[in-house]
């Protein structure tokens, strides 16, 4: 017999008929007339099925009241309407069959309830509950709804590579790869030989951003995204950073700031719809246990116009409204967390796309405005995350490029078709990445980022 997802079997109008369902028992009871009831939970929702098991069966007393959490079984039965209350119905058994058992002695997911910090410790077996299943099916929503989101407007989706020669980000928080023993690197008369022996015959990382490679096939191909993982060795032991995260990158030929932040806007508006809608089960039960208010926040960005505002006049702000920052805002350096948060949370109360940027704060990729003092950068904040989304209008004009590379610490000669791309054909465009981790963290409300990726990486942990 066809074995049924357990969403499929609660979305069904009619209550008859037989049933074949698997999964882990979530919870046993039994009830003195001699019957057990167990929650049975296969992944494929948040609900569990209600399975009744009556004390006929052949290995009731052997099995079925040994059942414990954590255990796996494959249930047979008849799907009728239930008559306890929190469900409209269940499954009769006629048979369980045990998968796997789980001793409860060990088993670390009982009936007692175990904090994040616990269940990082076991990331293997955290998406057995109820946080980890809800989370890792709206993560799969909102990365089904970004390719969707651009398919729909006619962009290619790329891959760019992992491994890469290249800074983008220019802040040198970056994983080497190489093939070298421990002895490491063999060093040459000048540094460039350092790694002429080692497996690519140069030095090589895994990539920040595949911003730069996005960039050479948006001019050739007009729209583009990438969403891949990205890795950054920065030491940040924050709720909002981890050293692998992924980031989904578009990229688009012809397009100004402008358009790059309408298209942002655009972007977060659609992914909160689509959360909203496809998610409702697991959305309740963020709002109720995790994060009250969750849906309203979600329901305001995606209906809500973004505070525009240049990164001057957010620097003005925050100098005038007088709260007492851990760091003062100073214009020149980049603005702290704690900036950030208030201008979305108070200042703006919703979210805020911010604009032009001092040049000597932005890599050199970032088009120099008019002003020659700022760059055409922008950042969209959120309220509870602060930063999500980084992009800019690229410098698409040769001799300012390489202006910005010389003024950076960038060498040319290690970006040489980077430079070509200005060298032929050169046109306006711009892109931005959206960190896909902390737009899970928005859209559930979960506090650490560590517990929006299935395992994380951050500084001293790599354990899974
Ligand atoms: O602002 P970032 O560094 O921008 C770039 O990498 C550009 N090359 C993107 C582009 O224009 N194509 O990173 C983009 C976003 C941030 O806004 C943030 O949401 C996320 O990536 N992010 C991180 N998320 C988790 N952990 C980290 N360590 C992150 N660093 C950045
Ligand atoms: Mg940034």
Redesign the pocket.
Known sequence: MQRELIRAVLERQVLRGTVRVAGWVRTRRDSKAGVSFVALNDGSCFQNLQVVAPDNLDNYASEVRRLHPGCSIVVTGELTPSPGRGQDREVRASQVRVLGWADPEVYPLGKQRVSFERLREIAHLRPRTNTFGAVTRVRNCLARSAHRFFQERAFYYIHTPIITGSD??G?G?LFRVTTLGPEGANPGEHGADLYRGDFFGRQTFLT?????E?EAYACALGRVY?FGP?F?A?D?NTR??????W?I???VAFADLNENADLACDFLRFLCNAVLEECSDDLAFFEERIAPGVMDRLQSVATSDFTRMTYTEAVDLLARDGHRFEFSPKYGCDLQSEHERYLTETACNGPVVLTDYPREIK?F?MRVNEDDRTVAAM??LLPG?G??????QREERLEMLLVRMRETGVDPDDYQWYVDLRRFGTVPH??????????IQFATGMAN?RDVIPFPRTPRNAEF
């Open positions: 983008c980000e802040a928080a920040v951003s595949g911003q730069l996005a990438t990205t950054r920065e940040s909002r950073h981890l050293a692998e995260f980031m990158e578009p990229e890599p990729y950042d969209v995350v930063e999500i989304i980084g992009g800019s711009a892109g931005f990445g959206l960190g896909f981790e902390r737009m980022i």
